[in-house]
């Protein structure tokens, strides 16, 4: 008899994985300077995600590709808006339009 707790407890004590996968920590720093860009966006912008979101992309996409969270579906992830390349992506440094074609757009290579 139990006193003090559910009766089901005891039956189920094992532990049960996130649905999405599990998200180790980053010991090693591999993203670390994403993770700080995205963060300053956040205190710059009140925390306002909207104007940080290609940074947002550029910190699951490190993460993603340094094995430290299962790749998905940008679609999944809510950021399916965004630019595919980092560089067409935008940024706080100044772009040099002497790399436009005459369209506007960046040649690809």
């Not at 994403?34 to 550029?58: A, D, F, G, I, V």
């Not at 040099?96 to 040649?107: E, Y």
């Amino acid at each position: 008899m139990s006193f003090g707790r559910p009766p089901s407890i005891s039956r189920e004590l094992g532990v049960n994985p996130p649905d999405r996968g599990s998200f180790p920590l980053d010991h090693y720093g591999e993203c670390k300077e994403y993770m700080k860009s995205y963060l300053n966006c956040l205190r710059k912008n009140s925390s306002t995600s909207t104007p940080c979101r290609h940074l947002n992309r550029e910190y699951l996409d490190c993460r993603m590709s340094n094995g430290l969270m299962d790749r998905d579906d940008w679609k999944n992830l809510g950021l399916s808006n965004l630019p595919q390349d980092k560089a067409e992506a935008p940024t706080d440094l100044p772009s040099s339009s002497s790399s436009s074609t005459a369209s506007g757009t960046t040649p690809k290579s």
